[in-house]
């Protein structure tokens, strides 16, 4: 039984983290310690808002008090942190908070962690389990194998070497104090829940209003995704069977390319449409709701400075020694998504426009 800390617990992964523990180990207490950025949203907990082994807590990482606080009085023996600045057009932007969260944010949790667990001892055995990305290793070409756990380091967007910032420390609390890491760093999620910044939950929104569809450069970048069920039960995997000091890459084994990828959303759109009739009274911007192709939407535009070519993962590793598999196929992925964000219009609308979140401030506090 585990007393899990989840950082980030409200964004896109940290949730789908929640539901999918609490679904799997019933009774374990799990607290939530989330910041509420523009990117977390109480709106994504909402299926388990009401669980009695859910404690949600509206805090920053970087404040080491308070999550040595956590730690020391909730018997926490288990951190599992996803809180981050996550969107690599934001850093671009404004990079100051990437290095202010990603960076000093993990360090700030490696600090409480080491005081609570290695030096006043309060629990047996402990895991500070970090979630990093696949960014960390660059950019290949077409015919490179893909990134493995052995793969140099070479960060090109400010996110990306942040991440890998927080890696280096991670993996020296490991090396120096002997604080029991791992680090997992896994390829484009996707799925519900998914803040419509990024690239697939922004073209479902797009293409259902009747709004241009941006494809940067020239659509040929290639991503690898990584349904979020599957990179939740990695972690699972991970938390249950892998070794401290260890490194796991968890990869979906679905490369695309933007514009295939988006192309492919475009004509599950398009049949959704042709066998629902309802959804064109819901969307009346929407090509398809006049028979169009959705399609027609695309628009190529200005790249991203420093754009990455191509990420592919290999995770034999976390195949072979903790048994994980991605389960979840693009085709099937991409379709669950999109009825997701059919059958979830509200939850998209309000984390759009904040509603849900200025509802639950007043209603609860
Ligand atoms: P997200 O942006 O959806 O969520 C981030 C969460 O962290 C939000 O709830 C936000 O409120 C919270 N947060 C931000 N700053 C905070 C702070 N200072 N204190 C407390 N909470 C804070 O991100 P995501 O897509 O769910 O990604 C989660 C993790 O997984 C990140 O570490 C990211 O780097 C990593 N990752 C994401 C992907 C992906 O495809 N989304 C892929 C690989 C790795
Ligand atoms: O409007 C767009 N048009 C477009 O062509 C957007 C938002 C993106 N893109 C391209 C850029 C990328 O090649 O689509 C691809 C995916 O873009 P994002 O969804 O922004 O993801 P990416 O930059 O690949 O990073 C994601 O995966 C790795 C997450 O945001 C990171 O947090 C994670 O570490």
């Avoid at 007393?3 to 789908?16: C, D, K």
């Avoid at 490369?255 to 449409?273: M, R, Y």
Wanted: charged fraction near 25%; charge should be negative.
């Amino acid at each position: 039984m585990a007393r899990v800390l989840v950082s980030g617990g409200a964004g896109f992964i940290g949730a789908n983290f929640v539901h999918h523990w609490l679904a799997t180990h019933a009774d374990e207490p799990v607290v939530v310690l989330d910041a509420l950025t523009y990117a977390g949203n109480l709106a994504n907990l909402e299926p388990v808002r009401e669980r009695a082994e859910l404690c949600f807590v509206r805090g920053d990482i970087r404040d080491t008090a308070l999550v040595e606080r956590l730690l020391r009085e909730q018997r926490l023996d288990t951190i599992v942190h996803f809180a981050a600045e996550s969107h690599v057009d934001r850093s671009i932007h404004g990079p100051d908070a990437f290095i202010e969260t990603n960076v000093q944010g993990t360090h700030a949790m490696l600090k409480a962690a080491r005081t609570v667990w290695l030096e006043e001892r309060t629990v047996p055995v402990h895991r500070f389990h970090h979630v990093s990305t696949d960014e960390v290793y660059g950019s290949l070409d077409p015919h490179d194998p893909p990134f493995s756990e052995r793969t140099p380091y070479a960060p090109n967007s400010p996110y990306s070497a942040s991440k890998a910032a927080s890696d280096h420390l991670v993996r020296a609390y490991h090396h120096t104090y002997g604080l029991a890491t791992t680090i997992s760093n896994c390829s484009n999620n996707y799925g519900p829940f998914h803040f419509p910044e990024k690239l697939i939950p922004l073209m479902i929104v797009n293409l259902l209003h009747g709004r241009e569809l941006p494809i940067y450069g020239d659509g040929r970048n290639v991503r690898d995704w990584l349904h979020v069920s599957d990179h939740c039960r990695g972690i699972e995997c991970i938390l249950e069977r892998g070794r401290p000091g260890e490194v796991y890459n968890i990869g979906g084994g679905a490369e695309s390319e933007n514009l295939q990828l988006v192309e492919t959303l475009c004509a599950v759109a398009d049949g959704a449409f042709a066998a629902d009739a309802h959804l064109a009274g819901r969307f009346p911007d929407a090509p398809a709701a006049r028979g169009e192709k959705s399609a027609s939407l695309i628009r190529f535009v200005k790249d991203r400075p420093g754009h990455d070519r191509r990420y592919a993962i290999d995770c034999s590793k976390a195949e072979r020694e903790l048994g994980y598999r991605a389960e979840v196929t693009l085709a099937r992925g991409l379709g669950e998504t999109f009825a997701w964000y059919l059958a979830n219009e509200w939850w998209w609308r309000s984390v759009m426009d904040g509603s849900y979140q200025r509802w639950i401030e007043t209603h609860y506090r």
